[in-house]
Every structure is written in structure tokens, then in C-alpha cells.
């Protein structure tokens, strides 16, 4: 068994797919039903004992800095590179915490924190069985271990959450393969999430932890937030892309 001893929270983007909103407001602090985004996964961090709370920051970075007003145990990073690169750069500059580790993407409500148990068997992302057709990555597996990612999704499939538990040794292993991609062959436009799955897929041995539905809600864009919480629904209407 394997324990998280802390936690990396994405949250340097500039949230684009939310606008306006996102014009003022970074997208993890944007309040879903009265509960900012980054809340709902910090608390759930905390209702299981991860303390360690790294939050990478770029787009409006100074607006996170009432995360430690209100929060014991938040240590921010800043991503330079947030603008022009693709968020491996995020975890580049958090690298140096990797390993016994959850990494989760802050723009996600996470209404049942019992998914986040500090306790692991392997490296593993979250996701649920789905039978519909997604847009969504979906994981394949032969036996315990992910044997596949199919990026454009499709029908049948394990859906990823943008939730991930490391080992020790895995985590060693994505940030050397990080430093790797963005320092020396400057592959800067991938997510990170493609250095396991797609770069050096033999090297990890991943599993997945399995999620049910309203466990996580990942909110992409402005009419998914609109969806899950009503007040928007105007903001949504009267969007310039809406016409």
C-alpha cells in the first residue's frame, strides 16, 4: 500500500471556454452553487488528511493568494510559461513534489471526497465505466493495467478524471520523462498527462481507481457550468460566441 503525503492542484490556465467570467475571475474560483471550484477539491483534500497543498497558478495569479489567507498548508507556484505553453509546463515547475502524490486539475467539483482516500495499491487515475458515447479520454485495460488511451474518446470505456494517484518510484520516473519532454526536446504543447500515457506508456504500470457518477463533475466550459447551476444560464445567452 502506498499513502499520499501531498497534493498538486492545476490551476494556471486562462480558462478561455468560460469567458467572460474567466475575464476577472481565474476559472478554479469561479462558485459553482455558492462553493468556489478549488474549494470543493481542497476540503475533500483535507477530509481525508493531505495537509501539503501545491497549487500551480499563472492566468490573474494574484487572486490565489486568499488560498493561504484561508487555508493552513497552501504553498503556491507560479507557471511563467502558463501563456504559451500547454500544462506539462504546470507540473514542470511542481516536479520537484512528485511521488506519493494525488495531481488533480482544479476546475472540477468533487462532491463525495471519499474518492481522494490518501491510500493506494498502484499508480492510478480516476475514472467510471461508461457505455455512452464521449468526447472524453478513455482508458482500456488488460487485467489492473491501463493498456490504452483513446484521446477522442468513443463508446465503452473507462472515462479519465483529471484525478491521479503516484508512487514514489512513478512519480521519479514522470519527472525525469517531464524534464525530459520540456527542457530538452522542448515539447511544451502536450499535456502532461500524455508523458505517461502516450510517451513512455511501458515504463508505467497504471491502474485505475474506480469513480461513479456525481462523484466528480468537471466543468469544461460555460454552458456546463450553466447546466449544473442556474444563475449562469444569462451569462451563458447573452456569451459573444452565442451571438
Known amino acids: 500500500m502506498h499513502e499520499v503525503k ?3 492542484i492545476m490551476a494556471a490556465g486562462i480558462g478561455k471556454r468560460m469567458s467572460p467570467l ?6 478554479p474560483l469561479i462558485e459553482v452553487n ?35 489567507e484561508q487555508y493552513k498548508g497552501i504553498q503556491l ?22 511521488g506519493e502524490c494525488v495531481i488533480l ?51 465503452r470505456g473507462w472515462q479519465l478524471y483529471s484525478v491521479s494517484f503516484w508512487t514514489m518510484a512513478d512519480g521519479g520516473k514522470l519527472r525525469h520523462y517531464l524534464e525530459r519532454e520540456f527542457e530538452e526536446k522542448k515539447n511544451d504543447q502536450i499535456y502532461w498527462d500524455d508523458v505517461a500515457l502516450f ?23 460555460l454552458s456546463e457550468l450553466a447546466q449544473v447551476d442556474s444563475r449562469y444560464i444569462n451569462v451563458y445567452d447573452r456569451a459573444p460566441e452565442r451571438g
Not at 467539483?109 to 478513455?138: A, G, Q, V
Request: net charge negative.
Open 6 to 8: 501531498r497534493a498538486i
Open 22 to 27: 474567466t475575464a476577472v475571475t481565474p476559472k
Open 34 to 68: 455558492g462553493v468556489r471550484m478549488i474549494d470543493s477539491v481542497i476540503r475533500s483534500l483535507r477530509e481525508n488528511d493531505i495537509w501539503d497543498i501545491y497549487v500551480v497558478v499563472g492566468y490573474l495569479k494574484e487572486k490565489f493568494q486568499v488560498l493561504q
Open 77 to 98: 507556484i507560479e507557471n511563467p510559461y502558463y501563456e504559451r505553453c500547454n500544462n506539462i509546463s504546470s507540473l514542470y515547475m511542481a516536479r520537484e513534489y512528485l
Open 105 to 155: 486539475d482544479a476546475d472540477q467539483m468533487i462532491y463525495h471526497p471519499e474518492i481522494l482516500n490518501r491510500t493506494f495499491h498502484k499508480s492510478c487515475y480516476c475514472c467510471k465505466w461508461t457505455d455512452d458515447e464521449t468526447k472524453e479520454w478513455l482508458l482500456e485495460l488488460e487485467g489492473d493495467r491501463v493498456s490504452g488511451c483513446r484521446r477522442d474518446g468513443g463508446r
Open 199 to 221: 510517451c513512455y506508456p511501458d515504463d508505467f504500470d497504471l491502474g485505475i481507481r474506480e469513480v461513479k457518477d456525481g462523484d466528480i463533475v468537471e466543468i469544461d466550459d
